[in-house]
């Protein structure tokens, strides 16, 4: 069973100063059996441009006696990391996770459809480093009040033709 109220997923580029669409997706997963235990399982993502990736999930052999018996409190959730890395050209914007499917040692599965209702974006964190130094922070913000007012500027992190209060907000998002 996966419990689905503790689902978490972090992207990040492998190379935040010079992205390439290639990026780490960390998807972190609770997942408990009531007897048998988790074997095994496997998850797909869904590109901003409708690309399916697939990944899998696999289950803690160090809970199974003799790899055959779940020797682990079969009632406690279990928590399971996947680190997906997606490849050079991978396309920025909302991506989602379409769907886990989830096998116990016993041979039951059970299959979660997450197609409309998980969505995450992965985005290009640079364009909110305006001083280039690596680090998105109150210098960043700086830059953009003292450029509150101009138009045509590369303060203007929203891309409205305008640096206004909105765009000191997408900069603290990112902090």
């Known amino acids: ?17 010079d992205p390439n669409g ?13 007897i048998s235990g988790f074997w095994t399982g496997y998850g797909r993502l869904r590109d901003s ?9 696999g289950g ?14 079969p009632n406690e959730p279990l928590t399971y990391e996947v680190r997906v890395l ?3 050209g991978s396309p920025p914007g909302t991506w989602g996770l379409v769907e886990v499917n989830v096998r116990d040692a016993a041979g039951n599965s059970e299959n979660y459809d997450f197609t409309e209702t998980l969505r995450f974006e992965v985005i290009d964190e640079t364009q909110y480093d305006l001083n280039a130094d690596g680090e998105i922070n109150i210098l960043d913000l700086v830059i953009v ?4 007012g101009e138009s045509d500027s590369e303060a203007d992190v929203n891309g409205d033709g305008i640096v206004n ?11």
């Open 1 to 17: 069973m996966l419990d689905l109220n503790n689902i978490t997923i972090k992207a990040q580029p492998t190379q935040p100063e």
């Open 22 to 34: 290639e990026t780490i997706v960390d998807i972190t997963f609770r997942i408990k059996d009531d």
């Open 49 to 57: 441009l409708g690309g399916l990736h697939h990944f899998h999930i």
């Open 60 to 73: 803690k052999r160090d809970k199974f006696d003799s790899g055959i018996y779940f020797i682990a409190d």
């Open 86 to 88: 997606l490849p050079v």
């Open 145 to 148: 009040a003292n450029a509150i």
């Open 165 to 175: 209060i909105l765009d000191l907000v997408q900069i603290a998002n990112h902090f």
